[in-house]
């Protein structure tokens, strides 16, 4: 199961996961054109080897294991999977 990055993101759009991510998972990254569009980071769920090195990086603890989404951020799972396509 995937990580998912959650609604304390928006508007923050700190990209220390992006850092941390060891497979480039996590976009839009701010030298991407859609950073400034964005209201959020996304995780490509295909992509994310679910190794968790962007949770503590998070200063706003908005990135979740899929199992362990919150019930009133669950529809974000699949806001991240559409962002990528999937």
Same mark, same amino acid.
């Given at each position: 199961? *995937?990580?998912?990055?959650?609604? /304390? =993101? $928006?508007? &923050? %759009?700190? &990209? *220390?996961?992006?850092?941390?991510?060891?497979?480039?998972?996590?976009? /839009?990254? %701010? @030298?991407?054109? @859609?950073?400034?569009? *964005?209201? +959020?980071?996304? $995780?490509?769920? !295909?992509?994310? $080897? @679910? =190794?968790? #090195? =962007? !949770?503590? !990086? =998070?200063? !706003?603890? #908005? $990135?979740?294991?899929?199992?362990?989404?919150?019930?009133?951020?669950?529809?974000? +799972?699949?806001?991240? *999977? &559409?962002?990528?396509?999937?």
């Amino acid at each position: 199961m *995937a990580y998912v990055i959650a609604e /304390p =993101c $928006i508007g &923050t %759009k700190d &990209t *220390a996961c992006v850092d941390a991510c060891p497979v480039d998972c996590i976009h /839009p990254k %701010k @030298d991407e054109n @859609d950073h400034s569009e *964005a209201e +959020q980071l996304f $995780i490509d769920p !295909v992509e994310c $080897i @679910d =190794c968790g #090195a =962007c !949770v503590p !990086v =998070c200063p !706003v603890s #908005a $990135i979740y294991a899929g199992d362990d989404l919150p019930d009133k951020w669950v529809s974000f +799972q699949e806001k991240n *999977a &559409t962002h990528f396509g999937r």
